[in-house]
């Protein structure tokens, strides 16, 4: 859930950012633009991470005490998972012109995401619930990052959420480089350099 809100409101970043013209500056940089959205992506995947760890240490607080070697073994499922909600975020934030129409998109996207995964309730507790909520909560990508993240953290290795992961991360970090234009950041008017 740390990694799902910051991923958002790091892309929220980006369009504000555009709003006020500083990616212009940077667009103007002899950086490609590729690499500045993946080094933004990175940027805002160690924020989240870093806060998961804190989280992490409080929840001993409530005796949540995962084995101490699944500190270690879930990073690569945080890391893998904020990459790909930060590229979800990055997609979004590619089509979206105002600050306003972001955070509105944004519920709609947040929501349905955590509520129809497995964050909440395992998916064999879906299943008995109800078949179609299961379905739904397969093809939703953030119950396979939830997946990832939950049995690593307990030392046991699912390859399948794992590769799901990683494909639809490399996906939307393909769409969101392929998306952002810089026609899309032009301010007031003037036109793109």
Request: net charge positive; aromatic share 14%.
């Amino acid at each position: 859930m740390i990694i799902l809100f910051n991923s958002m409101q790091g892309a929220l970043s980006m369009v504000y950012d555009r709003e006020l013209g500083s990616m212009r500056v940077l667009l103007m940089s002899p950086l490609p633009r590729p690499f500045l959205l993946v080094t933004k992506l990175l940027a805002m995947g160690v924020v989240s991470v870093g806060q998961v760890y804190v989280f992490l240490l409080l929840a001993l607080l409530v005796d949540v005490e995962p084995p101490l070697w699944g500190y270690l073994a879930v990073l690569p499922a945080l890391i893998l998972t904020s990459l790909m909600l930060g590229a979800l975020g990055l997609l979004i934030a590619t089509w979206i012109k105002q600050l306003e129409n972001f955070a509105g998109v944004m519920n709609f996207v947040i929501f349905p995401m955590f509520f129809m995964s497995s964050a909440l309730y395992p998916l064999w507790k879906m299943n008995e619930a109800s078949p179609w909520l299961y379905w739904f909560c397969q093809f939703n990508p953030f119950t396979h990052a939830v997946e990832a993240i939950r049995f690593s953290l307990y030392l046991e290795w699912n390859p399948t959420a794992f590769g799901i992961t990683a494909s639809v991360t490399v996906v939307l970090a393909l769409l969101a480089t392929a998306g952002f234009r810089p026609q899309r950041t032009k301010i007031l008017g003037t036109k793109p350099a």
